[in-house]
């Protein structure tokens, strides 16, 4: 059973994700793995892409993960 905790956690892990992919504004995913996986497996983060992705927010092209969400080619800047 999931705990409210633990969706709790794993929608604060995906929005980092997210967060850090928007910052960036593209960034080969291999190197975004290489940064998270000392917290997490390559199976979660494959997940998490899938979800970003999934939501319209990233896009993928050569293994790159670009944003795509709000504020997309502003670096973070609204």
């Known amino acids: 059973m999931t705990t409210p905790q633990q969706i ?3 929608l604060a892990i995906t ?6 992919i928007r ?3 593209s960034v080969p995913s291999g190197m975004l793995y290489v940064r998270v996986m000392d917290r997490m ?3 979660v983060f494959t997940k ?3 979800a970003l992705k999934g939501a319209g927010l990233v896009t993928e092209s050569r293994d790159v993960l670009t ?3 709000p504020w ?3 670096k ?3």
Do not use: H
């Open 8 to 10: 709790s956690a794993a």
């Open 15 to 20: 929005a980092a994700v997210g967060d850090a």
């Open 23 to 25: 910052e960036l504004g």
């Open 41 to 43: 497996t390559i199976e």
């Open 48 to 50: 998490i892409i899938d």
């Open 67 to 69: 944003w795509a969400g």
């Open 72 to 74: 997309a080619g502003a």
């Open 76 to 78: 973070g800047k609204q």
